[in-house]
């Protein structure tokens, strides 16, 4: 029978198609892997423990975690089975928002996954009069360890109750409510049936060119974001071995560990990879050097399907050999597919990396679409840069006079909990507001231009779209990371944070002392008089009205903790702002 209710993914592998290590993860430097068979046996202990603790259908338990990790899945899966709630949590947002959430959602248990969440967890505990009991994976003192559920839950004498009421959800019930991380505001409980997720992941899945049985995947972005939690029910719905990544830190390390043929990523990682890349092709010498740009010069020429002709196809061929099989070796070697969501990426970077042989397919989606809109996939008809994708199957789009997408389809949420009055302000009949703005091209492929509630108007009336603009600029190997502004003043101008560690190498290259902390760099006059050629020149790309005018370093980096970025690491510009309001008035009130 085919999977209706995401549970039914794992008892469909353990029915049909059980396998070996089917989820590794590292505990203290060594990979431990469990089967399907031993995934089902201890989910079904989690549903029988969860029952002893008077959890019952339609009752939140949240889970938070720092990494990813086989406990995780397997909560979820218990969690699932009895018609409970999963209610995910960001490990990085603050203590007041887990207060929030946990409070809001009502969770009567929370699962987290070491000491630094169980103390912020702790700290509100108190403040959350629902929240009977916190449990963690790793060993914590004064904590509950998730072994003693696993000991309650030996007892199979309750199974037949697991039983009845796993036949009592339906595909329609409520699975999970995510709380958007949001750049504003208090976030919003998205409710996701069951329903909402099975058919993102059916429909997905045709767009992952993925072998039963014979890849393996790298899993590390958080899986608390429903982009990464439905590419795991892709993979165990498809046979696809996961490994999970320690942290971004480590994810070099784990790629050659593990050698997978696919992952996710985010624009971000992707950008950092390639610069890295980039940086380490710099400094080579001679003939090495020349060899190099030479490949990456035919990478960013890149079209699919033999377009660039013969000729290209050809010198392809050698600069796979020569130069692009050393990045898929640093890379693990067996990479041949990242999947690539949650903000705009270059198209730069999509041509190079499926030019050296590790496809990306680019999608589109919100957390309130379960998430996949619309996907790339490498077959003639179905792949174009400078592009989303097309609309998956079942999910149908529509682009409304002002340009925003309007989605409907199994995939749209079932609405916000607790706030009927936001859901509308979403939703036209069964279309669904994405707030993003787009077009669809006379080949049926979606392309996203801006985030509608992050475009903004100059005082002379000229309409920016910012994120158009730093996807251009983040081009340089000198800028790690910008954010665009400029509302209501009379010209756009920019808070730039510099890539550190290639101004340094540029600096001693040119034997220039900037010193060894970013706010002396970004103080120096030569490096500021760098960045501005860097500004200079891509802006010859731009419209006059849209030309970055005048732009501030910052002193510090943008990180998630620090409040500049979202953890899929998109800005958070009301809070950069806020942050670097002193560098705002110099640039525009000075």
């Not at 839950?153 to 699975?175: F, I, M, R, Y």
């Not at 665009?484 to 540029?506: C, D, T």
Request: net charge positive; with cysteine.
């Amino acid at each position: 029978m085919k999977p209706s209710r995401i549970f039914d993914f794992l008892a469909h592998q353990a029915a049909h198609s059980p396998m070996d290590n089917i989820l590794s993860t590292k505990y203290e430097g060594v990979w431990k892997g469990i089967s399907t068979q031993e995934y089902y046996a201890e989910a079904q202990k989690m549903s029988r423990a969860l029952l002893k603790l008077g959890v019952k259908a339609q009752d939140k338990v949240a889970m938070i975690t720092s990494n990813n990790r086989t406990e995780w899945c397997i909560v979820d899966a218990g969690i699932a089975q009895i018609g409970a709630i999963n209610v995910p949590l960001y490990p990085t947002i603050s203590k007041e928002d887990y207060q929030y959430i946990l409070s809001h959602s009502e969770s009567t248990y929370c699962f987290v996954s070491d000491t630094e969440i169980y103390e912020k967890v702790l700290a509100i505990k108190d403040q959350v009069s629902t929240l009977k009991e916190v449990y963690s994976f790793d060993k914590i003192d004064g904590c509950k360890h998730w072994s003693e559920l696993k000991e309650l839950g030996n007892d199979e004498n309750d199974q037949d109750k697991v039983e009845l009421l796993k036949s009592k959800v339906k595909p329609s019930d409520l699975a999970t409510i995510i709380y958007t991380s949001g750049t504003t505001g208090k976030p919003k409980g998205v409710m996701l049936s069951h329903n909402n997720v099975v058919s993102n992941v059916f429909a997905a899945s045709e767009r992952l060119p993925l072998k039963h049985g014979e890849s393996t995947a790298l899993s590390f972005l958080p899986v608390c974001h429903i982009y990464e939690r439905v590419l795991l029910y892709i993979y165990l719905y498809n046979g696809i071995r996961v490994s999970f990544a320690e942290s971004i830190e480590n994810i070099k390390q784990n790629l050659n560990e593990r050698k997978p043929e696919v992952m996710s990523a985010v624009p971000r990682l992707l950008e950092k990879m390639y610069d890295s890349i980039i940086g380490k092709g710099a400094d080579l010498t001679g003939l090495k050097k020349k060899l190099f740009f030479w490949a990456v010069g035919l990478g960013l020429r890149y079209e699919p399907f033999g377009r660039n002709g013969l000729f290209y196809e050809l010198q392809l061929k050698i600069a796979r050999k020569l130069i692009f099989s050393k990045w898929k070796a640093a890379l693990g070697g067996n990479l041949k597919l990242i999947s690539s969501g949650s903000a705009a990426l270059q198209p730069r970077l999509a041509k190079v990396f499926t030019a050296a042989g590790i496809t990306i397919n680019e999608g589109y989606g919100l957390t309130e679409t379960s998430p996949v809109i619309s996907v790339n996939m490498l077959k003639k008809g179905f792949y174009k840069f400078h592009t989303v994708g097309k609309v998956i199957a079942g999910v149908v789009i529509k682009i409304a006079e002002d340009g925003e997408i309007l989605c409907k389809g199994p995939n749209v949420m079932m609405g916000y909990y607790k706030d009927p009055d936001k859901t509308k302000q979403v939703m036209t009949g069964e279309y669904f507001h994405t707030g993003d703005i787009g077009i669809i091209d006379e080949e049926g492929f979606l392309r996203i231009t801006d985030r509608k509630k992050e475009m903004f108007k100059t005082s002379g009336g000229k309409y920016i779209a910012p994120q158009v603009i730093e996807n251009i600029m983040k081009q340089s190997l000198f800028i790690d990371q910008i954010m665009v502004m400029g509302e209501s003043e009379k010209m756009p101008s920019a808070l730039v944070l510099i890539n550190e560690s290639f101004v340094k190498e540029w600096a001693q290259k040119h034997s220039i002392d900037v010193g060894t902390d970013l706010k002396t760099i970004t103080q120096n006059s030569r490096v500021i008089e760098r960045i501005q050629q860097e500004v200079d020149l891509y802006n010859e790309r731009l419209g006059k009205w849209e030309k970055v005018k005048k732009f501030e370093l910052t002193p510090t980096l943008w990180t998630i903790d620090d409040g500049h970025l979202t953890p899929t690491m998109k800005l958070k510009r009301k809070s950069i702002l806020s942050i670097y309001s002193s560098l705002y008035n110099k640039i525009y009130k000075d």
